[in-house]
């Protein structure tokens, strides 16, 4: 009788953790969906001769975003004066930068490593908005 006792308890354990997992599993997904709607909004863009892919973003005034910048060939930066943006791409070493608008506004930007006979055709528009 003692045997059959001893027995059923891991399997009720067992059984038990069969539905902790997923539930756990569950716990932490609604915690990183909580935690990635307090990050910042990612634009990605790419650099490449001779453009920026996409050549126009619009923001928001007051709401930081983030922008990751990728040179999908040779190094290439992206200037923004009227944003404070001045970051080198390198090939194969994205860069990340935070960007928070306090101005509405069409800011221009192009890039700032010569890269080739194109190198000034390298326009870029950041719109900001309320
Ligand atoms: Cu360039």
Redesign the pocket.
């Known amino acids: 009788m003692s045997k059959a006792i001893n027995l059923e308890i891991p399997l009720k354990r067992s059984r038990l953790m069969l539905l902790a997992v997923p539930m756990f599993a569950l716990l932490l997904s609604t915690i990183r969906v909580t935690a990635a709607d307090d990050s910042p909004q990612v634009i990605e863009i790419h650099?490449k001769?001779?453009e920026f892919v996409p050549a126009e973003i619009t923001l928001k005034k007051g709401v930081p975003v983030k922008l990751k910048l990728i040179s999908d060939d040779?190094?290439?930066?992206l200037v923004i004066k009227g944003l404070n943006v001045n970051q080198v791409m390198k090939a194969g070493e994205p860069a990340e930068i935070t960007v928070t608008p306090t101005e509405t506004g069409d800011f221009k930007g192009?890039?700032?490593?010569?890269?080739?006979v194109?190198?000034?055709k390298?326009k870029f528009v950041a719109h900001v908005v309320n």
């Open positions: 650099a001769k001779f040779v190094a290439h930066s192009d890039c700032g490593v010569f890269c080739g194109g190198h000034g390298m």
